[in-house]
Nanobody
Framework: QVQLVESGGGLVQAGGSLRLSCGAS????????MGWFRQAPGKEREFVVA????????HYVDSVKCRFTISRDNAKNTVYLQMDRLKPEDAAVYYC???????????????????WGQGTQVTVSS
């Protein structure tokens, strides 16, 4: 079993930055892909970014391109989400997710991921 734990959320002013971390523990961690999703109050969980663990290929939702950057530290089993130029509409609970099955999948789909963290709150004041 894999456990994912997010950290790094908080309150930031619009235009500011935060870096989220997602650490993995449990059995040998070798996911096929990692993703970040977010969920604002009253809305469905939405895709933010996904990364192929083996080759590092990334896919961002248009609304965060050129502002958010996903990265990883394989030795630490940790994935990061650097969020710059934050906007009030970025406020949400952010979740990291891991997919184990090594086959083509829909990166943006919640059901494609096997493991989820508990989430970390990001609040952006205007």
């Amino acid at each position: 079993q894999v456990q994912l734990v997010e950290s790094g959320g908080g309150l930031v002013q619009a235009g500011g930055s935060l870096r989220l971390s997602c650490g993995a523990s449990g059995r040998t961690f070798s996911p096929y892909a990692m993703g970040w999703f977010r969920q604002a109050p009253g809305k469905e969980r939405e895709f933010v970014v996904a990364m192929s663990w083996r080759c590092g290929r990334t896919h961002y939702v248009d609304s965060v391109k050129c502002r958010f950057t996903i990265s990883r530290d394989n030795a630490k089993n940790t994935v990061y989400l650097q969020m710059d130029r934050l906007k009030p509409e970025d406020a949400a609970v952010y979740y990291c997710a891991a997919r184990s099955a090594p086959k083509i999948y829909r990166e943006y789909a919640v059901e494609e991921y096997d493991y989820w963290g508990q989430g970390t709150q990001v609040t952006v004041s205007s």
